[in-house]
């Protein structure tokens, strides 16, 4: 038997001008209210676009069973009269081929569908994967204040509809048609103009705020960044998105956040800027929130201010410190974004390499006997020369390994992290092994992040298409070309934004094409290991995962 298969429409779909948008308004009469144990017995179905129709699909059903009694009264429908109609599994191959890609729409949508996915289940076709619109729901929220019921013959009655339904199935389906045309203008005053827009609305209509929703009337279907307004006219938050108008109508429907229902409360106006891509919008998004600290923005409210993991080549003896400036004699790793970062990522070079530990001076003779020995040299775990065994020429080779380590060989630090995280999850020490992943995923979250930003810095420009060919310009060490906040250039000059840039096109790598670059756009350096734990996997599972070399 040839199997038809929906068509589920894609995302850009859902913005469609609601006159684009093909509707197919089905209804089924059934022997009863269970699609488990009940069956089909008619089927009418209407397809419009437009306001015009497309089609129509009508057949009795042929249930394969006795029609109750009730039923019969209900319907007119008797078993005399399905007796020479086509079952289920004939017609449903020309039913889903009618419905085709188009939006479903019935009158309680879950008691139609409930039949429709079990007839084609047991078909054994794919399920249904179209849109679906309910007019009962959305009835609901938009005639609340005028209808104390919502059924279709009383929504029919009230509203004086062409057809009024009679529980045949063609018959309800147009009525369903003519209430979905009715309730599409009465939306169209709470800034329903696309397909997104109009299925969300039931839910939307349920938020408190919802009558603030005519605020995102103007917004475009564009990249770019929004800011919601206090009374006062203050900035209460900044926010990006690829599509303002379904990411800002969202906070009205899908957005469960503790802290959104008070920043509607408080919102009187939300403004916009439209970006030429989604770089550029998170690049506003970053000044903006710099610029006006808004109160619900928890990230990025302050630039970061970078600190270095320091190798002190100074001192006879070098060792690790954490420093906010990477200025003076010295080798310098980073930067970091915080100082638990940086601490962390000491704790790890640490764990795999004997460098000494103890901030004991060491004089021009060396160590004195008198002076006691530090907890790391105590234990054996460092090189410390506290412990008067280590010659400088000997500890000149673990300095020159946690330099190799930072430019360009991180296994010589990640090898052993993961044999003492395997060997600790052998001893069920699994908490230790844990903390040592930690510390295996902040080094390679920081050699990953200098790798990104090196990339940029080298780059003389770049010219680049993403997506649906939207052509982007990066200048000398990153810089945007164009985008109107910054009237010629964008220039990361601050590590926030080279990272912003940085992380934009790792994250974007895959859908990007290169048209034109001078500079150097490349590494040569081998992708490094993923020690992030899956959701499903606890660290008592398996903390030594290390997803080796992706």
Same mark, same amino acid.
């Given at each position: ?154 929504? $029919? *009655? ?260 993961? $044999? ?92 990007? *094409? ?37």
């Amino acid at each position: 038997m040839r199997r038809v298969t929906s068509q589920q429409r894609s995302f850009d779909d859902l913005g469609a001008p609601l006159h684009d948008v093909t509707f197919c308004v089905i209804d089924f009469e059934t022997t009863g209210g269970s699609a488990e144990t009940c069956q089909i017995t008619e089927i009418g179905a209407v397809k419009v676009r437009g306001g015009e129709v497309l089609g129509t699909f009508q057949t009795l059903v042929n249930p394969g069973c006795a029609i109750p009694p009730n039923i019969v009264v209900l319907t007119g429908i008797t078993d005399r009269v399905v007796m020479r109609a086509p079952s289920i599994d004939q017609v449903l191959p020309s039913l889903l081929e009618f419905i085709g890609g188009s939006v479903i729409v019935a009158h309680n949508l879950r008691f139609d569908m409930a039949f429709l996915n079990v007839a084609v289940r047991r078909w054994g076709g794919p399920m249904m994967g179209n849109q679906r619109l309910d007019t009962l729901a959305l009835a609901r929220r938009l005639l609340a204040d005028e209808l104390p019921r919502f059924s279709l013959g009383e929504l $029919a *009655r009230q509203l004086r509809l062409a057809h009024q339904p009679n529980h045949r199935a063609l018959d309800d389906a147009w009525a369903t048609v003519d209430l979905l045309h009715v309730l599409i203008e009465r939306a169209a005053a709470w800034g329903v103009s696309g397909l997104d827009d109009l299925i969300s609305l039931p839910s939307i209509a349920g938020h408190p705020q919802w009558r603030k929703l005519s605020m995102t009337k103007s917004l475009p279907r564009k990249p770019g960044v929004y800011l919601f307004h206090d009374r006062d006219d203050r900035v209460l938050y900044v926010g990006k998105a690829t599509d303002l108008r379904s990411r800002v109508r969202s906070y009205f429907s899908s957005d469960r956040r503790r802290k959104v229902a008070q920043l509607l409360r408080e919102t009187d106006r939300i403004s916009h800027r439209v970006c030429e891509n989604t770089l550029e919008a998170e690049l506003v998004e970053l000044r903006l929130i710099h610029q006006y600290q808004p109160r619900f923005n928890r990230k990025n409210r302050r630039p970061i201010n970078p600190c270095w993991v320091k190798l002190t080549t100074a001192e006879r003896f070098p060792r690790l410190s954490v420093v906010r400036k990477n200025s003076g004699e010295g080798q310098y790793f980073g930067p970091f974004s915080s100082r638990a970062e940086a601490n962390l990522v000491v704790e790890a070079v640490h764990s795999a390499l004997p460098i000494r530990r103890c901030s004991t001076k060491i004089g021009r003779r060396g160590f004195e006997p008198t002076d006691s020995l530090c907890t790391a040299a105590q234990l054996g775990v460092a090189m410390c020369p506290c412990s008067g065994s280590v010659s400088e020429s000997e500890y000149a080779e673990v300095v020159a390994m946690v330099n190799r380590s930072f430019n360009g060989e991180p296994n010589l630090i990640l090898l052993p992290l993961e $044999a003492k995280m395997a060997t600790l999850a052998a001893q069920d020490r699994f908490e230790e092994a844990a903390a040592m992943r930690d510390r295996a995923s902040a080094v390679v979250r920081i050699v990953e992040r200098q790798r990104r930003i090196e990339m940029v810095g080298r780059v003389d420009r770049l010219v680049f298409q993403h997506g649906d060919g939207n052509r982007i310009e990066l200048g000398a060490g990153g810089r945007l070309l164009g985008g109107d906040l910054f009237d010629v250039e964008v220039a990361p000059a601050t590590l926030d934004e080279a990272l912003c840039v940085a992380s934009w096109l790792n994250r974007n790598a895959a859908t990007i *094409r290169i048209v034109e670059a001078s500079g150097s756009f490349s590494s040569e350096l081998p992708l490094l290991p993923d020690y992030r734990p899956r959701a499903s996997e606890s660290p008592q599972s398996n903390p030594h995962r290390s997803n080796a070399h992706r």
